[in-house]
């Protein structure tokens, strides 16, 4: 049995795996975690092998909360301090010196490391039960779509791997990761806004991902569906013709497409659905995936941030 209830029995379970140095899958309430021991070098190399990931890229490692933070880093702040307790647990992941305790191969080679507290139910009753930071990147194969499901971290992964459910994630896209390193830095943009840290912490900067090096996980082609894929405008969209496509739609109605996928006006909504929307019209096998570009305002920013690399693999 692959993908388990979160009961009592099975989080012990998962946790007895993590303590023997082995990987789980779990629920958190952005995306699906692949998790293992951050203190542990063996479960770590695991972890890149098992997702195919360039060992320069660094990974997420959950704590239960603020106060577990020292055992990783190497200072807290009062600025710290304020953004966990407006943010956390939730999507927020910060990016801090690491202590020297921490082994550089959890953190992609760096003298940083990224921290954030989940809250979802499932991912802090692990961490409570394993009483330890939990590495995880996203539970999918290097550069392929993030699952919002157990059942996509099974089609990627197989039977071999325990995934704990806790259901469809509510918020469906990834963290956002502020890196505290020099001057406050959004390195990937997620449902917590440049506006929302603004009103805690004062003005940040924001990074292109595509050209910066600072967080590797962001870089072009990510999050990308094996078929091609590309964007296009409302206007394009009406005016689509092709019976061997999927069109990803919001507002345009194509004249004629293999499937269409209807996605909500709404940007927290559209995050919601994306990545189970983009697997689903992988999963037809069609030519291509033309998906109709949402507006350009800041409430997008986290979707379009997604939908720009994973149209990149053209
Ligand atoms: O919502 C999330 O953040 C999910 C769930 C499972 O928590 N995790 C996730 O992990 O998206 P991953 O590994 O797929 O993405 C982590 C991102 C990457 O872009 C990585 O480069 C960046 O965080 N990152 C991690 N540690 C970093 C560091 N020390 N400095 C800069 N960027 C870092
Ligand atoms: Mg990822």
Same mark, same amino acid.
């Not at 507290?117 to 039960?129: D, F, G, N, T």
């Not at 996203?138 to 699952?147: E, H």
């Not at 991902?209 to 969209?237: F, R, V, W």
């Given at each position: 049995?692959? =993908? ?28 699906? +975690? ?34 577990? &933070? ?9 600025? $710290? ?25 959890? $953190? ?5 490391? *990224? ?23 996203? *539970? ?17 992964? +197989? ?8 259901? &469809? ?27 929302? =840290?603004?009103? =805690? ?26 078929? &091609? ?15 061997? $496509? ?55 920013? *986290? ?6 690399? $994973?149209?990149?693999?053209?």
């Amino acid at each position: 049995m692959t =993908i388990l209830l979160p009961t009592p029995k099975n989080i012990e379970g998962a946790s007895q795996i993590l303590q023997k140095g082995g990987v789980v899958a779990f629920a958190t309430e952005t995306v699906y +975690g692949l998790g293992c021991d951050t203190f542990n070098l063996d479960a770590i190399e695991q972890i890149y092998a098992l997702k195919g990931r360039p060992k320069n890229n660094p990974t997420i490692a959950h704590i239960l909360d603020a106060s577990w &933070a020292h055992e990783l880093t190497e200072y807290w702040n009062e600025q $710290c301090d304020q953004l966990a307790k407006a943010f956390w647990p939730g999507a927020l992941t910060l990016v801090l010196p690491k202590k020297e305790r921490v082994p550089k191969e959890a $953190c992609g080679g760096r003298n940083t490391i *990224a921290i954030r507290s989940p809250s979802h139910i499932v991912a802090r009753q692990l961490l409570e039960s394993f009483g330890s930071a939990i590495s995880a990147p996203s *539970a999918n194969k290097s550069g392929y779509i993030s699952p919002t499901t157990a059942k996509h971290v099974e089609d990627e992964f +197989g039977e071999k791997l325990q995934i704990i459910d806790g259901g &469809a994630c509510e918020e469906g896209i990834e963290s956002t990761v502020l890196s505290l390193i020099s001057t406050p830095t959004i390195l990937r943009p997620g449902t917590i806004s440049e506006a929302d =840290i603004t009103k =805690i912490i004062g003005k940040v900067s924001l990074t292109n991902p595509c050209e910066q090096n600072d967080s590797p996980g962001t870089t072009a082609l990510h999050y990308s569906p094996h078929t &091609a894929t590309i964007l296009l405008t409302e206007k394009e969209m009406n005016e689509l013709n092709d019976g061997d $496509c999927v069109a990803i739609t919001m507002n345009g109605a194509p004249k004629k497409a293999k499937v269409q996928i209807q996605m909500p006006v709404d940007p927290k909504e559209y995050g919601t659905q994306l990545y189970s929307s983009l697997r689903e019209a992988d999963a037809i096998g069609a030519k291509q995936i033309v998906i109709e570009n949402p507006p350009s305002t800041r409430g997008w920013s *986290a979707v379009l941030d997604r939908l720009n690399r $994973c149209a990149s693999n053209l």
